[in-house]
Structures are given as C-alpha cells and as structure tokens.
C-alpha cells in the first residue's frame, strides 16, 4: 500500500495510461482526484476503480486553462484535505510528422508544447501551495522515449520535442522545489501496449496485409525483454516515484521499455 492516505491528482484520464495510473494510486491506498477534458471519461474510469465512490473525486479540466487547473486542486483539498502528489498523464499525442510536415507558422507545434510544456506547468503552478502546506510531496512527469531516440516506425518531432523541453524543466525544478521536500521526477515509456498502441498494431497490419503477430514481432525484437510494457507497468513506476518510498529521488527520469533503449 505504497500511497495509504495519499491524495493524487491525475490529469488526462481517459481509457490508457490516465485509467491506468488512477486505478494503481486506489489500489495502493491513495485517493485519486481525476482531472481530463471528457467528462465520460472520468465518470467510467472512477466508477470502475472505486465504485462507493469514497477514494475518488473528479472534475473536468482543460490543463490549458489556468483556472481549471486551480479548480481540480480546489476539489482536492475541499475533499480530501490537501494534495501529496500530481501525476500528469494530459498531453497531446496525436500530432504527426518532422519539421518539413509543419504549417508555415508552426501552429501544431505551439499546440504540442502549450499542452505537453505549459500546460503540465499550468497544473504543477496549481499544486505548489497546496503540496507546501503538506510539507512535502511528488510531481511525477510522464515522458516519452522519443525524445531522447527518434523512433523509426512513426514520426512525431513536435511530441517529442515537447516532451523533450519538460524533460529539461525538471532538472530545473527538482532544485527549486527541493528545499520544499517537493520531488520533481519523470517516467520515460517506450512502446507501451495499450490502446493506442494496440490500434497502432491493427492498423499496420490491415495496411500492410500482414498479420498483427508479425507488427507486434518487429517491436519487440528490439527489446531485451521478450514484451512490450503495458500501460499497468508504467503505472506501477509512477506509484513508485508518487510514494515515500521514492523520498530520496528527484530530477531523475525512469525508462519502462523493457529494455529497449538503455541509459
């Protein structure tokens, strides 16, 4: 029961990683506060993790929206007392392509990093007085591993430079959160078998007319564990670095790619 008595905030919640995240944090004694975009979303995932509805709290919140951010601390600490950590899961994942796809004013990029960057700072700025207060607590980043190696399957320079950018944030913060007892750490996932990857898997295979067992082959082939993670994996690392047990780590980031890329 590594988050007994712990309030996290969650924000992007849907049916992957956020569902994900959110279930581990209940099913390790925390109480998760679920923060994304579509109210359905959070209405499944919290009548499915906790269906007394005792350990969990939710409201819609766009990360963008300074206020919304304020809104879901508010809830937090109205319910349950205070904040002990934020686990940001919210980013915009769904943009494709290199430099030379981009529009002539880079509008998708600003979109990726006003999401991916500033939004997840929006929320994090919206957490310090109430993670003060408790004396202490976690911020855990959820990272990508394009942004240190450039996948060769798929394409998406704007994600991962975004994602890159937060990564270098956090070194930044780890030290100015630090004398707070505030920990700053980041999970890195690779390939992670889930929905989108799952999706990713069927729609290579239609296209390519080969069978899905064949797509899933090439991906793994690489990894020095014959798997890919699943979304339950990197929920289980970012339980870790949200909890005590976690207390003498910061401004570190945490590969789950069953061994894909080592560093």
């Excluded at 269906?51 to 929206?65: E, F, K, L, Q, S």
Aim: charged letters at 20%; aromatic letters at 6%; hydrophobic letters at 45%.
């Amino acid at each position: 029961m590594l988050l007994q008595g712990k309030t996290v905030i969650v924000s992007g919640v849907g049916a992957g990683l956020g569902q994900q995240v959110a279930a581990a944090v209940v099913r390790d004694g925390g109480r998760a506060v679920l923060g994304a975009r579509t109210e359905a979303n959070l209405v499944a995932t919290a009548e499915a993790i906790d269906p007394a509805g005792a350990r969990t709290a939710y409201r819609r919140t766009d990360i963008t929206d300074q206020a919304q951010c304020d809104a879901l601390v508010a809830l937090a600490v109205e319910r349950f007392g205070g904040v002990d950590a934020v686990v940001h899961v919210a980013a915009l994942d769904t943009l494709f392509g290199g430099l030379g796809d981009a529009d002539a004013d880079f509008t998708d990029w600003q979109r990726a990093f006003d999401v991916n960057l500033l939004g997840t700072l929006r929320m994090t700025r919206a957490c310090l007085p109430a993670l003060k207060e408790a004396g202490g607590g976690a911020i855990v980043f959820v990272g990508t591993q394009s942004a240190v190696a450039a996948p060769t399957q798929v394409r998406q320079t704007a994600y991962a430079a975004s994602k890159g950018a937060l990564t270098s944030t956090m070194y930044s913060l780890a030290h100015e959160l630090g004398p707070d007892r505030i920990r700053v750490n980041t999970v890195v996932p690779g390939w992670m078998w889930g929905p989108q990857v799952q999706a990713y898997v069927q729609y290579a295979a239609r296209s390519e007319g080969v069978p899905e067992p064949e797509v899933l082959d090439r991906l793994t082939r690489r990894m020095a564990l014959p798997a890919l993670a699943t979304d339950g994996d990197v929920a289980d690392a970012v339980v870790f670095l949200a909890s005590d047990r976690a207390r003498s780590i910061t401004g570190q980031s945490l590969l789950v790619n069953a061994g894909e890329l080592m560093r």
